[in-house]
């Protein structure tokens, strides 16, 4: 992977398709963390890669590389600042590009086999870091929410698939989401749902993979974040089925 960089202070560094960012969470592991900026990335254009590695010289930092330079822009201005595991994120245009971009438009050069071995090194360490055990949330964000409701009244039918209800529940501040990658965790969902107005949780039911609740303090906040993510896509198998819970 190419030595990506950032922008020194005072300089103008032309817009492109990368964007660096700072401030970030150094506590988070390194797989929640690129998890999690794909899935508060994506609504702004198709995401080629997330990087993030967990060399000291590079905590608390992470690049998003966007398939269409008009992605970043929107991406820069709108979540400039954006409270991201309770640290406003910093955000600029990198300073290089990755490797994956460089290719694309043939700009490409290779390094000397030294600098390529101690990538393929930094690689390998992350990959050992992204599988080891307790992967999982945030410790602040661990098990928030409360008992879930009984199974016989989750809106949920056995299959590989999540159904839909027989009968549509009436508009209330509570949506029923479905069709999520089994990935998705409460704080990915959370990023996305916090967007807008009167949000108050996550829940997920760890028995059934796929789906979750998200509550807002009244019918109209929850319709019109319903409205905003139907469709949305955390994975691009994965569009998003949200309707109102069932209460």
């Not at 990506?4 to 963390?33: F, H, M, R, S, V």
Request: aromatic share 8%.
């Amino acid at each position: 992977m190419a030595e990506l960089t950032a922008a020194t202070p005072g300089t103008d560094i032309p817009q492109n398709q990368t964007i660096y960012i700072n401030n970030l969470n150094e506590k988070i592991k390194l797989d929640e963390l690129k998890k999690s900026l794909k899935a508060v990335f994506s609504q702004f254009g198709k995401i080629v890669e997330v990087l993030a590695f967990k060399t000291l010289k590079h905590k608390g930092q992470a690049w998003v590389v966007f398939e269409d330079v008009s992605s970043a822009p929107s991406a820069l201005r709108q979540m400039q600042g954006f409270p991201f595991y309770d640290k406003p994120m910093r955000i600029q245009y990198a300073k290089t590009k990755s490797d994956v971009v460089a290719k694309a438009d043939g700009t490409f050069v290779p390094r000397e086999k030294r600098k390529k071995s101690d990538d393929r090194g930094r690689k390998k360490k992350d990959q050992h870091d992204a599988n080891q055990p307790g992967m999982g949330l945030h410790p602040a964000y661990t098990s928030p929410y409360g008992a879930t409701p009984p199974l016989s009244q989750l809106p949920y039918m056995a299959g590989s698939k999540a159904a839909m209800p027989e009968a549509p529940a009436p508009p209330n501040n509570i949506l029923f989401v479905q069709n999520l990658p089994h990935q998705t965790t409460p704080m990915m969902l959370q990023m996305l749902s916090c967007q807008y107005p009167g949000f108050k949780e996550v829940r997920m039911v760890e028995a059934k993979p796929g789906i979750a609740f998200v509550e807002y303090e009244n019918e109209i906040q929850s319709t019109v974040a319903m409205q905003a993510l139907q469709g949305f896509k955390i994975t691009a198998d994965n569009p998003m089925l949200i309707t109102y819970a069932k209460k």
